[in-house]
């Protein structure tokens, strides 16, 4: 059984589809998911061969919710019930407990610099009844700090068949840039427009670029609550032509074939990476990186390897290191290589699917 807060689109929960997707390939697997909120931006979710159910929270603090989990674990009859949510994990451990199901705890997905007094809370309810604590990063486990003797690490999966049969980059250019002959230097940040992403650095390194080198593009990808201020600090003459923000886009895969750098900075006053799946996908896309250094980011991005780990809200950093990559190809195209390597080495699905079933057996074994 797994349980999620919402299914919005974001990094722990494709995760936990992808690890779903992977596992409801094999038979053996009978796989029953619920999330607790209505939102659904993976509607591919309705197609998996699995049990999924909408249970939403009437509030925050719905108590309603323990009597109609207890029934789904009870009737369902789990082996194991692995939680990715704060909430979820703080509904279910104790329903676990009372039903002896064994418990994986995975809300962890961030390395936060210091954690909130709810998350301290949260902690207190949920670590001493986990089976099993498990993040994407070692420094999500340090940041929270986990029990040693129950903490696992198990980096992201990436699916790397996303990246075969893409649009041909002639069309993409054409949709993206508008020319499909365009031979600018992309660089983009795939990312929410939201608190915890630093766009401000970014944006302010862009304009500079573009006053010193008219070769360079800029490509901002996402959604949220911080487009609209963002958007406005572009200047009208820049924006569409040189900082293109086109909003969330479906096909990140093929767009990701015409850029030459994946930028993703981090607002480290509110927020700690975990290990970002867009990260990862420019490494799958042999792109080299730059990223604010910290958390889980300094565990995939190593610096002068696979891409540039610069400080936070480094904005003349960022434009060193993005003239260093356009005017040295060979230099980028090698880090792009590397990172690519990384990224099939570390972050195939297959491996991360294998590390999960092991702990699951693990655990079972235990019995």
């Not at 323990?66 to 019930?81: A, C, H, W």
């Not at 939680?83 to 995975?106: C, D, E, R």
């Not at 992309?186 to 766009?199: G, L, N, Q, T, W």
């Not at 401000?200 to 304009?207: E, G, H, L, R, S």
């Amino acid at each position: 059984m797994v349980l999620i807060d919402t299914l919005i689109d974001g990094g722990i929960e494709r995760r936990m589809l992808e690890l779903v997707k992977a596992l409801s390939k094999d038979k053996r697997y009978e796989i029953y998911l619920i999330s607790l909120t209505d939102r659904v931006d993976y509607n591919y979710v309705y197609e998996l061969p699995i049990k999924f159910e909408i249970i939403k929270r009437k509030s925050r603090k719905d108590l309603s919710l323990y009597g109609k989990l207890y029934k789904r674990v009870k009737d369902f009859k789990p082996d194991i019930i692995h939680s990715w949510g704060t909430m979820s994990s703080v509904y279910v451990a104790p329903i676990a407990k009372l039903q002896g199901v064994k418990f994986v705890n995975g809300y962890i997905g961030q390395a936060p610099l210091r954690i909130t007094t709810n998350d301290y809370i949260r902690n207190l309810l949920t670590f001493f009844i986990s089976d099993a604590i498990v993040s994407n990063s070692v420094a999500g486990l340090k940041a929270y700090n986990a029990p040693q003797d129950r903490s696992v690490c198990i980096y992201n999966g990436m699916d790397f068949k996303r990246f075969e049969d893409l649009q041909p980059i002639n069309q993409v250019k054409k949709e993206i840039l508008g020319d499909e002959n365009d031979d600018s230097f992309i660089v983009a940040m795939v990312a929410a427009f939201e608190k915890r992403k630093d766009y401000d650095t970014f944006i302010n390194a862009a304009i500079k670029l573009c006053g010193i080198n008219p070769a360079i593009k800029f490509l901002l990808i996402g959604g949220g609550n911080n487009y609209e201020p963002i958007k406005s600090m572009v200047p009208p003459e820049c924006l569409s032509t040189r900082i293109m923000m086109p909003g969330r886009m479906p096909n990140i895969e093929s767009i990701l074939q015409i850029i030459d750098v994946g930028v993703l900075l981090t607002n480290s006053k509110v927020h700690g990476e975990g290990v970002s799946n867009s990260i990862i996908e420019y490494m799958a896309s042999s792109k080299p990186v730059i990223a604010t250094r910290g958390g889980g980011t300094d565990e995939v991005v190593f610096d002068g390897v696979n891409g540039f780990l610069v400080d936070y809200a480094a904005e003349q950093q960022v434009i060193d290191k993005v003239q260093e990559l356009f005017n040295d190809r060979n230099k980028a195209k090698e880090m792009g290589k590397k990172g690519y390597e990384m990224a099939r080495e570390k972050f195939d699905v297959v491996n991360m699917s294998q590390n999960y079933i092991d702990l699951y057996n693990k655990l079972l074994s235990a019995n």
